[in-house]
């Protein structure tokens, strides 16, 4: 019975792990080249990139936040309180940062 607890456990953290990196590959623009991974698979669904045009909400951004939030979620359920504590508080000032260095720089 252990075992078989143990091998959910894991298998949720490969879960979370698994839409961690897809939130940052879908959400994450490259500033060198400007290339956006979740701009070419929305366009390629046919789903539009902008709420308005070239500008406004970027909608694969919000989907890797989304994304990434979900997997932040998954390891809280695998964690245990004192962890889950310093996971949160670290993703939401990661989120602040990048939040804050991607609008003012």
Known sequence: MLKQENHKQLT???LA???LFLGILLGGTWKRTGFCFGDRVFSALGFPIW???TEGTHYPAIAGMVMILAGIAVLHMTLSKK???WVWGIAIFLLLVINF?????
């Open 12 to 14: 949720k953290r490969i």
């Open 17 to 19: 792990v698994a839409l």
């Open 51 to 53: 709420s308005n045009g």
């Open 83 to 85: 962890a889950r504590v």
């Open 101 to 105: 260095s991607c609008a003012y720089v």
